[in-house]
Antibody, heavy 121, light 110 residues
Framework: EVQLVESGGGLVQPGGSLRLSCTPS????????MSWVRQAPGKGLEWVAN????????YYVDSVKGRFTISRDNAKNSLYLQMNSLRGEDTAVYYC??????????????WGQGTTVTVAS | QSVLTQPPSVSGAPGQRVTISCTGG?????????AQWYQHVPGTAPRLLIM???NRPSGVPDRFSGSKSGTSASLAITGLQAEDEADYYC???????????FGTGTKVTV
């Protein structure tokens, strides 16, 4: 069964840092682009970042550029999201997602259950 | 503020057909990028319904269908069922943003 499990969420003060992790199973992780998507309380889904199979290409939504870093370790079968200079508006459920390999620009096709990040003092 | 606009809500009786529109522009649908559709029940993982404008992944009932024309895309749900009550989102790549963008989301009430 294809599965993604996020971890690392929690409560952090404004200006603080947090690193999210995603552990995939049931597919060959190193063959897929991967994304992070978030949903703030009462808001819709927002694509945050994605990266290619070897980490040489990374893309971000404007609101997190310079603060968040997506990375992966194919040897450890893990995806990460390093979040620095956190703000209240970063409070959200963060989902790890697998980019579709059916074709380019086919979005994401598998999602994790999400991990909650709360930025508050 | 998303560049993909959806109606906030649609509703229908069991068995009826509803459609959800997703209006984009020249840097996403109008540039030839594909529409994807997701069903999201709060507190659970979103589920892919449609990819590549019209294609259903295995396991998705054929009650769900997608289409795209010009700068807009649509999701149709026929034979509406109580279990279809959820939030629905479109997704496309946007060349001006150099990334993916979700629609504003539509709550379907049965």
């Amino acid at each position: 069964e294809v599965q993604l499990v996020e971890s690392g969420g929690g409560l952090v003060q404004p200006g603080g840092s947090l690193r999210l992790s995603c552990t995939p199973s049931g597919f060959t992780f190193r063959d897929y682009w991967m994304s992070w998507v978030r949903q703030a309380p009462g808001k819709g889904l927002e694509w945050v970042a994605n990266m290619n199979v070897d980490g040489s290409e990374k893309y971000y939504v404007d609101s997190v550029k310079g603060r968040f870093t997506i990375s992966r370790d194919n040897a450890k079968n893990s995806l990460y999201l390093q979040m620095n200079s956190l703000r209240g508006e970063d409070t959200a459920v963060y989902y790890c997602a697998r980019d579709s390999a059916v074709a380019t620009y086919y979005g994401v096709d598998v999602w994790g259950q999400g991990t909650t990040v709360t930025v508050a003092s | 503020q998303s560049v993909l606009t959806q109606p906030p809500s649609v509703s229908g009786a069991p068995g009826q057909r509803v459609t959800i529109s997703c209006t984009g522009g020249t840097s996403n649908f109008g540039a030839g990028y594909f529409a994807q559709w997701y069903q999201h029940v709060p507190g659970t993982a979103p589920r892919l319904l449609i990819m590549g404008n019209t294609n259903r992944p295995s396991g998705v009932p054929d009650r769900f269908s997608g289409s795209k024309s010009g700068t807009s895309a649509s999701l149709a749900i026929t034979g509406l069922q109580a279990e279809d009550e959820a939030d629905y989102y479109c997704l496309s790549y946007d060349s001006s943003l150099s990334g993916y963008v979700f629609g504003t989301g539509t709550k379907v009430t049965v």
